[in-house]
């Protein structure tokens, strides 16, 4: 195998509480994210884009999420209100890829999506290749309108999910894979 096959054959997600500092510098990030942008992308609408949150926003963000999570559940206890404070604070990086998908005359919606998924995947592809590790979340603020707002989404655009990356304080053993007898068809 190469280089590429043998990163994807072993590639695994890490929890966002086993990543750890560093995580990308500037340059590194933006080298992750133009991979990131280099997917299928018919009509060149560019239908997702990334929202970078670091350093302070992580807290500034999970106060937010605490604040919603506390305003739906008034009897949340200070041990869950952390854990919904602390959901962006565990990894050194997390990338938001917000999926722009529309309606458009030429492209179909679901293509739009794909490529929004496409994105997010060669994110997480990049950033393991660059020697970091990554763990591709959505949770429950990814589709509560409040957080979304708060991160700046328009009300037409969704989150494809939470991209948290920085170095593995353990990489966890596999887990089983699908048989590809159970999923190929071959004609």
Do not use: C
């Not at 854990?83 to 890829?97: C, D, T």
């Not at 309108?145 to 991160?151: I, K, T, Y």
Request: glycine share 6%.
């Amino acid at each position: 195998m190469n280089a590429t096959l043998d990163l994807l054959r072993t590639r695994r997600s890490v929890p966002p509480p086993r990543l750890e500092a560093p995580g990308p510098d500037r340059e590194t990030l933006d080298a992750i994210l133009a991979v990131a942008s280099r997917v299928p992308d018919h009509g060149k609408l560019a239908p997702w884009r990334f929202i970078v949150i670091e350093g302070e926003a992580r807290q500034r963000v999970g106060e937010t999420l605490a604040a919603i999570h506390a305003a739906d559940n008034p009897g949340a206890d200070a041990a869950r209100l952390d854990l919904e404070r602390n959901r962006l604070a565990h990894a050194p990086v997390v990338v938001a890829v917000v999926s722009r998908a529309g309606p458009h005359v030429k492209i179909p919606e679901w293509e739009q999506v794909l490529s929004a998924g496409a994105a997010a995947m060669n994110l997480v592809v990049a950033a393991n290749a660059a020697g970091f590790a990554t763990s591709w979340l959505t949770e429950w603020f990814a589709y509560d309108r409040r957080a979304l707002d708060a991160l700046g989404l328009a009300p037409t655009e969704r989150m494809a999910g939470f991209i948290h990356i920085g170095h593995p304080a353990e990489i966890p053993s596999d887990r089983p894979r699908p048989d590809l007898a159970q999923i190929v068809t071959r004609l």
